[in-house]
């Protein structure tokens, strides 16, 4: 029975131990390899590429009818103007994460990654998914985000389908390392997902959703990011 298990333990457990031996690279040791450096100049490209679409994506969704939908569970919770608190938190906790990962260049890289691709899933959910955001919405004031899609003439609600901000949360969650870290973001996040539901600027649908997806963003960040990592000398 041990000679039938072993092959299908082994694999795992060297996939962890090269998942453990890249996250604790230097910057020295990271940049020294082409297939971090290739990865890292390529996300960077991905990302700025996006700059001048997403403006006119959101504003081509903002424009774009949709259905609106019941939600017995958004009912249930009061209404108010939470914007300050749900940017404290959120900007907060990038902030947090960013200091955390600055010295750390393979996970650094992953989340560069698993944003990407998290932009690249909610853009495609809003595209099939065209809906009118809840009846009782009260604008949510980035400070950030106004400013890119000029919203102060046509605020965006219509991105409704995932919830970018709780999917974000969940990112953050999982870039750091530490059960501490992560139940700490993880109540974080479960704030965040309220707080937009009480400003019913997303249905709960969206809310709930949003962790699988940013969990998913960092799952596809990772088969980019692993694959490219040395073995742990022998």
Same mark, same amino acid.
């Not at 996006?50 to 504003?59: E, Q, S, T």
């Not at 103007?81 to 749900?86: L, Y």
């Given at each position: 029975?041990?000679?039938?298990?072993?092959?299908?333990?082994?694999?795992?457990? *060297? !996939?962890? !131990?090269?998942?453990? &031996?890249?996250?604790?690279? !230097?910057?020295?040791?990271?940049? *020294?390899?082409? +297939?971090?450096?290739?990865?890292?100049?390529?996300?960077?490209?991905?990302?700025?590429?996006?700059?001048?679409?997403?403006?006119?994506?959101?504003?081509?969704?903002?424009?774009?009818? +949709?259905?609106? %939908? *019941?939600?017995?569970? %958004?009912?249930?919770?009061?209404? &108010?103007?939470?914007?300050?608190?749900?940017?404290?938190?959120?900007?907060?906790?990038?902030? *947090?994460?960013? $200091?955390?990962?600055?010295?750390?260049?393979?996970?650094? #890289?992953?989340?560069?990654?698993?944003?990407?691709?998290?932009?690249?899933?909610?853009?495609?959910?809003?595209?099939?998914?065209? #809906?009118?955001?809840?009846?009782?919405?009260?604008?949510? &004031?980035?400070?950030?985000?106004?400013?890119?899609?000029?919203?102060?003439?046509?605020?965006?609600?219509?991105?409704?389908?995932?919830?970018? &901000?709780?999917?974000?949360?969940?990112?953050?969650?999982?870039? +750091?390392?530490?059960?501490?870290?992560?139940? $700490?973001?993880?109540?974080?996040?479960?704030?965040?997902?309220?707080?937009?539901?009480?400003?019913?600027?997303?249905?709960?649908?969206?809310?709930?959703?949003?962790?699988?997806?940013?969990?998913?963003?960092?799952?596809?960040?990772?088969?980019?990011?692993? +694959?490219?990592?040395?073995?742990?000398?022998?």
């Amino acid at each position: 029975m041990a000679t039938l298990l072993k092959p299908l333990d082994f694999p795992q457990t *060297a !996939s962890r !131990s090269r998942e453990n &031996h890249s996250e604790t690279q !230097s910057w020295p040791v990271a940049w *020294a390899q082409p +297939g971090f450096r290739l990865r890292l100049g390529l996300v960077v490209a991905l990302l700025l590429s996006l700059l001048p679409v997403v403006p006119g994506f959101y504003h081509f969704i903002q424009a774009r009818p +949709g259905r609106l %939908l *019941a939600d017995p569970l %958004l009912a249930l919770l009061p209404v &108010h103007d939470v914007s300050v608190p749900t940017f404290t938190l959120i900007y907060g906790a990038i902030a *947090a994460t960013l $200091v955390y990962l600055l010295p750390r260049p393979q996970l650094l #890289l992953r989340a560069f990654w698993a944003y990407y691709f998290l932009q690249l899933l909610r853009m495609g959910t809003l595209w099939l998914l065209p #809906l009118e955001p809840p009846t009782t919405l009260l604008i949510l &004031h980035d400070p950030v985000m106004d400013r890119i899609f000029e919203v102060t003439t046509q605020p965006i609600v219509r991105d409704l389908f995932f919830s970018g &901000h709780t999917a974000t949360m969940m990112l953050l969650a999982l870039a +750091g390392r530490g059960r501490a870290w992560r139940w $700490v973001l993880g109540l974080m996040m479960v704030a965040v997902g309220l707080l937009v539901l009480v400003q019913r600027v997303h249905y709960s649908y969206d809310v709930l959703a949003a962790p699988f997806f940013g969990w998913l963003a960092y799952w596809l960040a990772g088969r980019v990011v692993l +694959g490219q990592a040395p073995k742990p000398a022998a």
